[in-house]
């Protein structure tokens, strides 16, 4: 949804830890009829104002490289302007817009939409809800292709039709929008009542951009927002995993919100590079077990919420990880027929089947 992404998340059954049962997870936990402690009280939000089937036309108003340095992959920050659509407004930072590409797919139909991230705040780029960005990341990749008749397959250039049709529009150009979508990934109506950890890999930082540009930057002189807008002075942590240094995304906008706001932290995680102190590289749910003692009273604390937005199968890691040290409580519900079995030896696809994310944990993976 925010894009396609760049690293497959790795997820070592090992990663966990401690040998504890899920019967102790589960007991710690709560039930899915029960309430749960700490949950919060999302905003009403509007959605699918415009249809896939009548895209409004909107306009390109920038495009951007958003990566910290040289890197294998091309990742921008493509600013589009709603203005004379119903969308205007009506959007919120964590939901998603739709793109709608020219063009026919490969059995000759007209491509479907496709669903982007919103990377700004509720009242967007410019103050008025007129503007949102998304962060597209280019696909390229090779296939081996075998046809009828072939014995041995061959190489060909695969290339993602809608994020290379966006990362290639130019300011003023028109591109047909969709949405906006998605009613769970979003900031309560009162920020301040909550404690925050983000886990992102790749563009999945896309809505913790506009989150965290919502909670502690506010909007700009003259928005109508601004009257109504306080900062948030609760504990934030964004915890960002990429391959390599050079794929860090916003990297010096987040940095700069670092240094001017002293409640919020952030962690970069890389993968494929030795860490400063010489260990091996590691992956978000990897970082967060080694600096668990930094965390704990975070993940017990009844104010904090979970936000995961990257790759599909990095929330498997996490689960694993929070069953494990005794800290799925109110974050998980864990289903009966893997409750005894000890946490080290669920498989994925149990974990896939058989745990669930309350509303204190909320999931956007693609």
């Given amino acids: 949804m925010c894009g396609e992404k760049s690293e497959p998340f790795s997820i070592d059954q090992a990663s966990a830890g401690a040998t504890i049962s899920a019967r102790h997870a589960y007991d710690t936990a709560v039930s899915t009829t029960l309430e749960i402690v700490g949950e919060p009280a999302l905003p009403e939000v ?11 036309t909107a306009r390109v108003t920038a495009n951007e490289l958003c990566i910290k340095g040289r890197s294998s992959s091309y990742v921008r920050h493509v600013c589009i302007d709603l203005t004379g659509t119903p969308m205007v407004g009506q959007f919120h930072a964590g939901q ?3 793109v709608v590409p020219p063009g026919n797919d490969h059995q000759g139909r007209p491509n479907k939409v496709r669903l982007y991230s919103i ?11 007129r503007v949102f960005a998304t962060t597209p990341k280019r696909l390229i990749r090779e296939e081996m292709i075998t046809t009828l008749g072939e014995t041995q397959g061959h190489p060909q250039l695969i290339l993602g039709v809608c994020s290379n049709y966006l990362c290639d529009l130019k300011p003023g150009d028109a591109v047909h929008v969709t949405g906006p979508s998605g009613k769970r990934f979003l900031l309560p109506t009162d920020p301040s009542k909550h404690d925050y950890l983000f886990l992102a890999t790749g563009t999945g930082i896309a ?6 540009h919502e909670l502690l930057a506010g909007p700009p002189a003259g928005s109508p927002w601004q009257k109504s807008w306080s900062r948030c002075g609760s504990r934030i942590e964004l915890i960002m995993g990429v391959p390599y240094n050079t794929d860090l995304l916003y990297d010096q906008e987040i940095q700069n919100l670092v240094k001017a706001h002293n409640n919020f932290k952030y962690h970069t995680v890389i993968s494929r590079e ?17 600096q668990l003692d930094a965390f704990k009273d975070m993940l017990q604390n009844p104010r904090t919420l979970i936000y995961v937005c990257g790759l599909a199968g990095m929330q498997i890691g996490l689960f694993r990880l929070l069953a494990a040290k005794g800290l799925a409580a109110n974050y998980l519900t864990i289903h009966e ?21 309350t509303h204190r944990c909320m999931i956007e993976v693609y």
């Fill in 274 to 290: 030795r860490r400063a102190d010489g260990g091996k590289g590691e992956y978000v749910h990897q970082y967060l077990e080694r």
């Fill in 46 to 56: 509007k959605m699918h104002l415009v249809a896939p089937n009548a895209p409004a």
């Fill in 119 to 129: 990377a700004s705040p509720t009242w967007g780029e410019d103050g008025h809800g």
């Fill in 337 to 357: 027929t893997i409750r005894d079995i000890p946490v080290d030896q669920w498989s994925d696809e149990q974990i896939k089947r058989r745990v669930r994310h």
């Fill in 207 to 212: 809505p913790f951009r506009g989150m965290l």
């Fill in 96 to 98: 998603s817009f739709g």
